[in-house]
């Protein structure tokens, strides 16, 4: 069965990058023993371009953010000479051009080590990027209703969840498959401590009053490029914004939620753990940010503190 979200096979792009060369994307493989694939020696980002239907032009949102954390990610897995941020920008427009992407869309890149090798080697590094159209889901507009799960999230000194590394994936997986089999729509996971860290795809925002709080970079959470976003968003609206610990039970008292990443990009959080947030709909401040954000990522917010947030795709604007 096709997993929900996921593109039909005649959905799927028609070109892909492989260690640099544009190919058919039917063609573009890796090795059934590359580490990558059997020690999960993976980084990867996820990048989302939005189209800007009045200037028909695509802009690929905070490319140098992404990059800047893939970076990152590759330095403390000690891959061995990957692609440079330059060489995935290029990348990055060459496979969206070969696409002929001309609406909202998703980017994935991945370095691994390929061919054969055991858990601790370093290279050779393969590497891809993909592009394929994906529309904005339909939770943005209705939300979701969330668990607590009772996976507790892996440690900075175990499996560092600040990379974005498919190892740290698991975790997340047997979270929402958890969420999943007891018919909620997303989970939220706690670090060891009964902290909140984050969902398995995205970070987490709640309201109390007029101050909104997320749990902090050092929280068990990926330094997310959406995270960031909404709260320069938010402060640069003259909101109040505070990074801090969240306990469990802090969650009952929201008077509104949501969730983000760049996938789902702001996910109202309706409930947690069948307890109504708020009054169980999607909260002002969330529509507020929303609204803010769609603006933003589609050119139509005025110039400011995201100057050079936007990379065309196909011209100069």
Known sequence: MMAKNQPTPDERPGFAIMNGRLMPYADAKISIMAPGLTFAVTIFEGLRGYWNAEREELNIFRIGAHLDRM??????????????????????????????????????LQAYVDEWGDMTATGPVGSSVICRSRPRVSAFEIGKHFCVASWRRNTDDASPPRIKATANYLNSRLAG???????????????????????????????????????????GILESVTRDTLIQLARAAGRNVEERKVGRTELYLADEMFYCGTGQEITPMLSVDGKPIGSGEPGPLTRDLQRDYDALVRGHASPGFSDGWLTPVWGNS
């Not at 891959?79 to 980017?107: H, K, M």
């Not at 909620?184 to 925002?205: K, R, T």
């Open 177 to 219: 498959m958890e969420a999943k089999r007891n018919g909620y729509g997303g989970a939220i996971i706690l670090n060891h401590d009964g902290s909140v860290a984050e969902g398995p795809g995205g970070c987490i925002f709640l309201r109390r009053g007029e101050t909104l709080i997320t749990p902090s970079v050092t929280d």
């Open 71 to 108: 970076a990152f990610g590759m330095t403390l897995m000690e891959l061995d000479g990957p692609p440079s941020a330059d060489d995935f920008t290029y990348q990055i427009l060459e496979v969206t051009r070969a696409n002929d992407i001309r609406e909202d869309c998703y980017i994935r």
